[in-house]
């Protein structure tokens, strides 16, 4: 009640000034105070001071805030957290792309006979799986070439 009342007469005031200004010939001066003059009856007239007034002095509003600073901090954190992990969301992109294609198993074998020890199958001149053609129709006369290497490879 109060406020409406204190904001009613700033307005009043205001409007005053603007009234004097325009006396003395400064029209547009006169025409920016009198807008800023009807902001407070304007608030005051669509309740935006009655539902102000009502939550400053709520302890469930405030409340809701208190519960809207605790998600902002929260996702504050974990884009701190997400941010020293790995890098960029470029290089998190990259290298989820490289797990997916190692991942899968045509191209998962080559590289694994390649790698290694040195002793085994992918070491002689040839890559290992693209030798000569056994007379069966299989490579090499072995089905599980490359299930052999990789278990090796495991030490399995």
């Known amino acids: 009640m109060i406020a409406e009342t204190v904001l009613s007469a700033v307005s009043v005031a205001g409007l005053g000034i603007a009234a004097v200004t325009a006396y003395r010939k400064r029209f547009l001066r006169a025409t920016r105070i009198a807008a800023f003059a009807l902001v407070p009856i304007g608030l005051v007239m669509t309740g935006v001071v009655k539902w102000l007034a009502h939550t400053a002095f709520s302890p469930v509003a405030w409340g809701g805030f208190a519960v809207l600073a605790l998600a902002w901090l929260l996702f504050i ?72 290497a990789i278990l090796k490879k495991h030490g399995i």
């Open 77 to 148: 954190t974990t884009r701190a957290v997400e941010r020293r992990t790995v890098g960029t969301r470029k290089q998190r992109k990259e290298a989820a792309r490289a797990a997916q294609r190692d991942a899968v198993a045509p191209t998962a074998s080559v590289p694994s006979l390649r790698g290694g020890t040195g002793t085994g199958a992918g070491t002689g001149s040839t890559p290992a799986g693209k030798g000569t053609a056994a007379p069966g129709g299989t490579k090499n006369g072995d089905d599980f070439s490359d299930i052999e």
